[in-house]
């Protein structure tokens, strides 16, 4: 087996073979933004940016991404694809101000004979015709073999005496393209292995597809062969199924191959992000690398493991691509899970306590898919606001509302004893229906509502339209000034009653107290 190259090139072609993804169309400025963004930040050795006579909108954008990289001193890194077509490739790419063309070829029979209706020679004579007239006009030339993976399989003697054919001509790159995605990473190594042992004096490419899901294996089988160059998109854009995963190839080289790459991994999520924007095309948020999930530890004794000494973290750390491990909070959190959240928020909690908040936030995760980072302060405010009674507790509760009709509630308490109490009411709203039939439970208790002075309800800063809402309200507390609770619940009228019930028990007690009823039992 060949050693690994020292140093492994990166092409990146998101805007070229990445925007044939259905549906996936960059404007010139889209285009000149993420260019700079892989060139420039992310330092992929070469882009390819456009297909030649597409439009003139494309000519327009291949000029700008031109004229900055030759200010940056990397105009040789731009590269168009273009086609045996009489020179009209090479001038359009010319006019636009490019210097690398990336010439289309047939590297199989069939597509020879079934698409061009050509002979091999007959193809061969126009190849090397463009090959010329695009190095008389000054350009760079690489050769696409189009189809090369059946053409190699099906008809080698085609691909080998092309390759013949095309010796000598100072042809930079030969690209071998994947072009179905059908290869496996043996039948990569093998076929590249006897490439490159019949043609020592050619530099090749690979150029995968992600068909059967192994572009990414295909890649490091290829650089197991010996291949220095080979080509991705980001998050895996192209045709069907797509391209090498440029994040996924970039840390697969260096963790698996141990090669040296000029890739910058601490911009990859930026650029990824930006693709993602720019191509309305959304990542999945297990996506390796890139998904926004990768890094997230969700059960707890993964978080216990990780505290106790990193036992479920590996080489791909999120630090290196400016990412944070985050341990979500939900039905599946832990201690540990809790107090990884506790130091990003620099908060300290006593056992006890904390214990209480993990127990509400395992409590809320049953009815909410996460718990947020920015969730966190409300749900410790809400535990640790005072001591909660059990006087009444609300089994269940039915609000229903609709558009010009009074909203109803229908709630279902259990007393401390046991008892089983039911009411319904309607209201101007399903906050005012709740609080009707709670009137109606009260007046069993001979207890009067307060009157609400201030009610406020508020999400985290930057939270999203799913994330917990706290409500805060204010009550007339006669004699005693005024009584705030407060409720926290991923939906905001449940939020509401919650505040509501800590009232009401609070009453409850001052009113069982004052009849020397109350039992320390009441405490939940």
Same mark, same amino acid.
């Given at each position: 087996?060949?050693?690994? +190259?020292?140093?492994?090139?990166?092409?990146?072609?998101?805007?070229? @073979?990445?925007?044939?993804?259905?549906?996936?169309?960059?404007?010139?400025?889209?285009?000149?933004?993420?260019?700079?963004?892989?060139?420039?930040?992310?330092?992929?050795?070469?882009?390819?940016?456009?297909?030649?006579?597409?439009?003139?909108?494309?000519?327009?954008?291949? $000029?700008?991404?031109?004229?900055?990289?030759?200010?940056?001193?990397?105009?040789?890194?731009?590269?168009?694809?273009?086609?045996?077509?009489?020179?009209?490739?090479?001038?359009?790419?010319?006019?636009?101000?490019?210097?690398?063309?990336?010439?289309?070829?047939?590297?199989?029979?069939?597509?020879?004979?079934?698409?061009?209706?050509?002979?091999?020679?007959?193809?061969?004579?126009?190849?090397?015709?463009?090959?010329?007239?695009?190095?008389?006009?000054?350009?760079?030339?690489?050769?696409?073999?189009?189809?090369?993976?059946?053409?190699?399989?099906?008809?080698?003697?085609?691909?080998?005496?092309?390759?013949?054919?095309?010796?000598?001509?100072?042809?930079?790159?030969?690209?071998?393209?994947? +072009?179905?995605?059908?290869?496996?990473?043996?039948?990569?190594? $093998?076929?590249?292995?006897?490439?490159?042992?019949?043609?020592?004096?050619?530099?090749?490419?690979?150029?995968?597809?992600?068909?059967?899901?192994?572009?990414?294996?295909?890649?490091?089988?290829?650089?197991?062969?010996?291949?220095?160059?080979?080509?991705? +998109?980001?998050?895996?854009?192209?045709?069907?199924?797509?391209?090498?995963?440029? $994040?996924?190839?970039?840390?697969?080289?260096? @963790?698996?191959?141990?090669?040296?790459?000029?890739?910058?991994?601490?911009?990859?999520?930026?650029?990824?992000?930006?693709?993602?924007?720019?191509?309305?095309?959304?990542?999945?948020?297990?996506?390796?690398?890139?998904?926004?999930?990768?890094?997230?530890?969700?059960?707890?004794?993964? $978080?216990?493991?990780?505290?106790?000494?990193?036992?479920?973290?590996?080489?791909?750390?999120?630090?290196?691509?400016?990412?944070?491990?985050?341990?979500?909070?939900?039905?599946?959190?832990?201690?540990?899970?809790?107090?990884?959240?506790?130091?990003?928020?620099?908060?300290?909690?006593?056992?006890?306590?904390?214990?209480?908040?993990?127990?509400?936030?395992?409590?809320?995760?049953?009815?909410?898919?996460?718990?947020?980072?920015?969730?966190?302060?409300?749900?410790?405010?809400?535990?640790?606001?005072?001591?909660?009674?059990?006087?009444?507790?609300?089994?269940?509760?039915?609000?229903?509302?609709?558009?010009?009709?009074?909203?109803?509630?229908?709630?279902?308490?259990?007393?401390?004893?046991?008892?089983?109490?039911?009411?319904?009411?309607?209201?101007?709203?399903?906050?005012?229906?709740?609080?009707?039939?709670?009137?109606?439970?009260?007046?069993?208790?001979?207890?009067?509502?307060?009157?609400?002075? @201030?009610?406020?309800?508020?999400?985290?800063?930057?939270?999203?339209?799913?994330?917990?809402?706290?409500?805060?309200?204010?009550?007339?507390?006669?004699?005693?000034?005024?009584?705030? +609770?407060?409720?926290?619940?991923?939906?905001?009228?449940?939020?509401?009653?919650?505040?509501?019930?800590?009232?009401?028990?609070?009453?409850?007690?001052?009113?069982?107290?004052?009849?020397?009823?109350?039992? @320390?039992?009441?405490?939940?």
């Amino acid at each position: 087996m060949t050693e690994p +190259t020292r140093h492994v090139n990166i092409l990146d072609t998101t805007l070229r @073979d990445g925007e044939q993804t259905q549906g996936v169309s960059f404007s010139p400025p889209e285009k000149l933004n993420i260019a700079k963004a892989l060139l420039g930040q992310l330092n992929v050795d070469r882009v390819e940016v456009a297909s030649a006579r597409v439009s003139s909108g494309e000519q327009e954008a291949v $000029a700008h991404i031109v004229a900055w990289a030759e200010a940056q001193e990397m105009g040789e890194r731009v590269e168009v694809l273009g086609f045996v077509d009489g020179g009209r490739s090479v001038d359009w790419i010319r006019a636009a101000g490019g210097r690398v063309i990336n010439l289309l070829t047939k590297g199989s029979e069939k597509h020879c004979t079934n698409q061009l209706r050509k002979t091999l020679e007959q193809h061969l004579e126009d190849v090397r015709a463009a090959v010329a007239y695009a190095r008389q006009q000054g350009l760079a030339v690489n050769v696409y073999l189009e189809d090369w993976s059946n053409g190699y399989h099906d008809s080698p003697d085609y691909v080998f005496e092309f390759m013949a054919g095309l010796q000598g001509l100072g042809i930079r790159h030969f690209m071998l393209p994947d +072009t179905l995605g059908v290869l496996t990473p043996d039948q990569v190594h $093998a076929s590249l292995t006897d490439m490159m042992r019949r043609f020592p004096g050619s530099e090749f490419d690979f150029h995968p597809h992600n068909d059967y899901g192994l572009a990414t294996a295909n890649v490091l089988a290829a650089v197991r062969a010996g291949v220095r160059s080979v080509h991705c +998109t980001v998050n895996c854009l192209g045709e069907r199924a797509g391209n090498a995963s440029l $994040a996924e190839v970039v840390v697969n080289l260096r @963790d698996r191959l141990g090669v040296e790459l000029s890739v910058n991994e601490a911009h990859v999520v930026r650029v990824s992000q930006m693709v993602e924007h720019f191509s309305g095309k959304r990542l999945a948020a297990n996506a390796p690398i890139v998904g926004e999930d990768v890094f997230t530890q969700t059960a707890g004794i993964h $978080a216990d493991g990780d505290k106790k000494g990193g036992l479920y973290q590996t080489a791909l750390t999120p630090e290196r691509f400016a990412r944070r491990r985050v341990y979500a909070l939900g039905k599946l959190a832990g201690k540990a899970s809790l107090q990884k959240n506790l130091e990003r928020l620099d908060i300290s909690l006593s056992e006890e306590n904390a214990d209480k908040v993990l127990k509400r936030v395992v409590e809320l995760g049953d009815s909410k898919k996460s718990i947020t980072l920015e969730d966190l302060p409300f749900i410790i405010a809400e535990v640790l606001e005072g001591r909660d009674y059990d006087y009444l507790k609300l089994v269940n509760v039915s609000v229903t509302s609709g558009l010009h009709l009074d909203s109803t509630a229908s709630v279902r308490l259990k007393t401390r004893d046991k008892e089983q109490i039911t009411a319904a009411a309607q209201g101007n709203g399903g906050f005012d229906a709740f609080m009707n039939a709670m009137r109606k439970v009260l007046r069993r208790y001979d207890i009067k509502l307060p009157q609400l002075l @201030d009610y406020e309800v508020r999400i985290p800063r930057g939270g999203r339209q799913d994330a917990l809402t706290e409500c805060t309200i204010t009550w007339e507390d006669q004699g005693e000034g005024a009584l705030k +609770t407060r409720g926290v619940d991923s939906n905001q009228v449940f939020a509401s009653v919650n505040a509501a019930m800590r009232m009401i028990n609070i009453l409850m007690h001052r009113a069982m107290k004052a009849r020397g009823e109350d039992r @320390d039992d009441a405490l939940i």
